[in-house]
T-cell receptor
Framework: DAGVIQSPRHEVTEMGQEVTLRCKPISGHDYLFWYRQTMMRGLELLIY????????DSGMPEDRFSAKMPNASFSTLKIQPSEPRDSAVYFC????????????FGPGTRLLVL | AQSVSQHNHHVILSEAASLELGCNYS??????LFWYVQYPGQHLQLLLKYFSGDPLVKGIKGFEAEFIKSKFSFNLRKPSVQWSDTAEYFC??????????FGGGTRVLVKP
């Protein structure tokens, strides 16, 4: 299995632009998670999905952030408009089921908003 | 809400030294506990996990962790580190639901 796939790996954009991050979970995994990692705040859970349905988005910082999962093999995290404080590494993770399941992380997207 | 504390932000040690990283969590119910490692420029990888049973858990690369319920702790240990263990280590807790709560991480630098 290729593991969790994220694209792009690096993104540099200007303030005000729309940014779309993409994630392909491991095939057969029912749960998908989006995390943000910054020096100041560490690793934070933004949102997670179960069977393509958003379950908990309490970690999404503000309305500029949105996430979708149109099917079991694809999810997007969108920031519109982007701001410099959104600069971070965004990780996607997936897990097989609830309960005693390990989350498998993708390589991350390193976002820099100028 | 649950929280996870990692006491040391940075640890510097020499090869062959022993390593112990502290992790404490605040949650009174049943928890699942994890240690993840992030090597420079790479994504998080699972080192070990505890769900139930023997509180001493052995993971990959010679790491182990001990769950002490009375102390709400899940400390990570390795008897003899190598230069390749230079990385950032994250403790994580999963309580009710499926949300993982991560500690702030500990950056470990092993000097050759």
């Amino acid at each position: 299995d290729a593991g969790v796939i994220q694209s792009p790996r690096h993104e540099v954009t200007e303030m005000g632009q729309e940014v779309t991050l993409r994630c392909k979970p491991i095939s057969g995994h029912d749960y998908l998670f989006w995390y943000r990692q910054t020096m100041m705040r560490g690793l934070e859970l933004l949102i997670y999905f179960n069977n393509n349905v958003p379950i908990d988005d309490s970690g999404m910082p503000e309305d500029r952030f949105s996430a979708k999962m149109p099917n079991a093999s694809f999810s997007t995290l969108k920031i519109q408009p982007s701001e410099p404080r959104d600069s971070a590494v965004y990780f996607c993770a997936s897990s097989l089921r609830a309960g005693e399941e390990t989350q498998y992380f993708g390589p991350g997207t390193r976002l820099l908003v100028l | 809400a649950q929280s996870v504390s990692q006491h040391n932000h940075h640890v510097i040690l020499s090869e062959a030294a022993s390593l112990e990283l502290g992790c404490n969590y605040s949650y009174g119910g049943t928890v699942n506990l994890f240690w993840y490692v992030q090597y420079p420029g790479q994504h998080l990888q699972l080192l070990l996990k505890y769900f139930s049973g023997d509180p001493l858990v052995k993971g990959i690369k010679g790491f182990e962790a001990e769950f002490i319920k009375s102390k709400f702790s899940f400390n990570l240990r390795k008897p003899s580190v190598q230069w390749s263990d230079t990385a950032e280590y994250f403790c994580a807790v999963k309580a009710a639901g499926n949300k993982l709560t991560f500690g702030g991480g500990t950056r470990v630098l092993v000097k050759p």
